[in-house]
């Protein structure tokens, strides 16, 4: 896997899928990191993940790689060289303890494996980018689908976003949001991460 600076992610970016936690519909962006330790490629091998911390779920999402400084004026096709697929896979019992206690998400979103990411792709340009639907089997069976086009911030809100408050640079990727049909992840099962109808990337879980 090719070196990624920053993770940076964007929470409850589909509304179904705010509505489907309960959540409020955000007015900003919810932005959260995960350290890079937290990668994992889906290259059909078997990924360890936590099964002794609660319910794990899984999140999949749209992921963006940053070819460039931000300046004011750019576009979306001089920011982004290349998409890939990915989950951001999230302990559900430790991240609601820590939302009642005020407490930041790192525990819940942050460990070993959390950011799986299958192998990147030209970017697409942006009709097929707002066109092709993505998708996440779990056993051959769809759980989840979603396109980019229905998300609360679009892509370029999102990188203006990180960008003054954070800061973003080449090297750096942004998991942009997942839509309806979370839910949790068991010992073996296996995940397909779909573009289109291509399967970009698969792996089984083996929990520990």
Do not use: F, K, L, S
């Given at each position: 896997m090719e070196r990624i600076r920053n993770i940076y992610c964007v929470g409850r970016n589909y509304r179904l899928h705010a509505a489907e936690l309960g959540n409020d519909v955000p007015t900003r962006p919810m932005i959260f990191d995960k350290p890079t330790h937290a990668l994992a490629e889906a290259v059909?091998?078997?990924i360890e993940l936590p099964g002794t911390r609660g319910e794990l779920h899984y999140e999949a999402e749209l992921v963006l790689?940053?070819?460039?400084?931000?300046?004011?004026g750019v576009t979306l096709e001089q920011m982004v060289d290349k998409i890939a697929l990915g989950i951001d896979f999230t302990l559900r019992d430790v991240q609601s303890e820590l939302k009642k206690a005020g407490h930041p998400w790192l525990l819940a979103k942050g460990f070993k494996n959390s950011a799986i990411l299958t192998s990147f792709h030209a970017f697409p340009g942006v009709d097929a980018l707002q066109n092709t639907e993505f998708s996440l089997l779990k056993n051959g069976e769809q759980v989840q689908c979603g396109k980019i086009?229905?998300?609360?911030f679009d892509l370029m809100t999102i990188i203006t976003y990180i960008s003054d408050h954070f800061g973003l640079d080449q090297g750096d990727i942004i998991y942009?949001?997942?839509p309806a049909g979370v839910g949790p992840i068991a010992d073996g099962d296996v995940m397909t991460l779909v573009w289109g109808e291509e399967n970009w990337g698969q792996f089984t879980a083996k929990m520990k």
């Open positions: 059909g091998n078997e790689h940053i070819a460039r400084p931000y300046e004011a086009n229905d998300v609360i942009t949001g997942t």
